[in-house]
């Protein structure tokens, strides 16, 4: 049952029950961490996949909201399963939070309206997918998926399923507003045309794209799924720098093997050219052409380039800049610059492009759901973003130009039909299931 019926139902009841002199069963209360809860009809309840780092402050977040009632979690790791349900139960004063190894056994309760996915990135379509089939509205981390075929079924998925979704590309949100500031000064040409754009991109142990996993084999304390973590990924021992067990305060380095991520390229690159995207205005299109860089042996260089003919480069500080006909503007989560200081201090006309200005990303998302709106980072958005990070990993691996087709998620020209470029093979049992 989603969200709005769920709310109708109860508030009917609620009533039923007053005009018959029975005491109402829907009144507000207060938890003893003095927040006033909402009624149980206007509070969105919450599974959370994957209970890692990210996803704790996720649940941290959500508990202390007086509109969300976190029901659920799961972990293939029993110490970190346990110690979010523990997080739980304590903010709520009760011991009713639900512990899952498997995920699907979340998403088959019907009390649950919508879920946070914040597993390893080769999950993601999978469980994104399977929220969608079950009615569930989906929070899911960037980067969205391990590949662009599994970008383009997100999309084909939410949209089928009627899904409120956002991507956890928190910059279009968060940060005082300094991307969407940037964005705006872009789109309402205070640097006059564009002409290219540089995104930069902190790399990871030497590299910022990923490479095969050559990790060795360490035996598996008990408490861990193993085949479950792996899921749709190739078999292969256990090592912790892959899933380091317990209760955790860092990222783990799955994210630099390519059987799992895309390194930092999708990692960071997630972030760093959503915000291009964003200020080019493509949120529904994206590049046509992807140039390997031309000193490979440097790990930066490649270039995404549009049909209107600006060249997004993977270049340059941790941020983006763009440079136009009449000037540059720089911005990072802790920098706004420009190559004149009235190009930001100006103010904009009355009639100049404005950009959504939520001041939170989990609460987008969760105004969205009550709504049912199109949240600031929906599926598509996270979808191109991502979209343009694979093209640049592949034009990496493959050190080939690469055409593609925005419009219709495919390559061109002597790529054209080239799953290998496209998609991975999955583990038996572990297959994406059908929209």
Not at 140 to 153: D, N, S, V
Not at 230 to 237: E, K, S, T, V
Not at 242 to 266: A, C, H, Q
Not at 380 to 398: D, F, I, P, Q, T
Request: hydrophobic fraction near 40%; proline fraction near 6%.
């Amino acid at each position: 049952m989603d969200y709005s019926r769920r709310r109708f139902l109860v508030q009917a009841m609620g009533a039923a029950a007053a005009v018959g002199g029975a005491p109402s069963l829907i009144l507000p209360r207060a938890s003893a961490r003095g927040i006033r809860l909402a009624a149980p009809s206007e509070r969105i309840t919450l599974g959370l996949i994957g209970m890692g780092i990210q996803n704790r402050f996720h649940l941290q977040a959500f508990l202390k909201r007086p509109d969300t009632h976190v029901l659920a979690v799961c972990d293939v790791d029993t110490t970190r399963r346990e110690h979010a349900k523990a997080l739980a139960d304590k903010a709520y004063e009760s011991d009713d939070c639900a512990a899952y190894n498997d995920y699907r056994e979340l998403l088959a309760r019907p009390d649950i309206d919508a879920v946070v996915i914040s597993t390893p990135d080769h999950w993601h379509a999978i469980q994104v997918i399977d929220a969608c089939r079950a009615g569930k509205d989906v929070y899911c981390e960037k980067p969205l998926t391990l590949t662009l075929f599994e970008a383009r079924l997100c999309m084909e998925a939410v949209r089928a399923h009627r899904r409120v979704f956002q991507t956890g590309s928190q910059q279009r949100s968060e940060f005082g507003g300094r991307f969407r500031t940037a964005c705006e000064l872009v789109r309402n040409r205070r640097l006059g045309d564009i002409v290219t754009v540089s995104v930069g991109i902190h790399a990871y142990k030497g590299s910022p794209t990923a490479h095969f996993c050559d990790l060795g084999e360490e035996p598996i304390e008990p408490g861990l799924d193993w085949d479950r973590w792996l899921g749709p990924a190739p078999m292969r021992p256990y090592h912790s720098v892959l899933s380091p067990r317990g209760v955790n305060n860092f990222y783990p380095d799955w994210r630099i093997y390519r059987e799992y991520s895309g390194g930092m390229i999708t990692d960071w690159g997630a972030h760093m050219f959503d915000i291009a995207q964003w200020g080019l205005n493509m949120d529904q299109a994206g590049p046509t052409q992807v140039l390997p860089a031309r000193d490979r042996s440097t790990g930066f260089g490649a270039r995404l380039i549009y049909n209107n003919g600006i060249e997004v480069t993977h270049q340059g500080p941790t941020g983006v800049m763009f440079t136009g006909t009449t000037g540059w503007l720089f911005v990072s989560r802790d920098k706004l610059s420009a190559s004149d200081e009235r190009i930001i201090s100006q103010p904009l006309p009355p009639d100049a492009v404005r950009l959504p200005a939520p001041k939170d990303h989990r609460d987008d998302w969760i105004e969205n759901i009550k709504s049912r709106g199109r949240c600031i980072c929906d599926v598509e958005v996270g979808a191109r973003s991502v979209a343009c990070c694979h093209l640049l990993n592949l034009a990496y691996w493959h050190q080939k130009v690469l055409r593609w087709n925005p419009s219709s998620w495919e390559f061109m020209g002597e790529d054209a039909g080239n799953m290998s470029l496209m998609d991975v093979s999955r583990r038996a049992g572990y297959e994406l299931p059908p929209i």
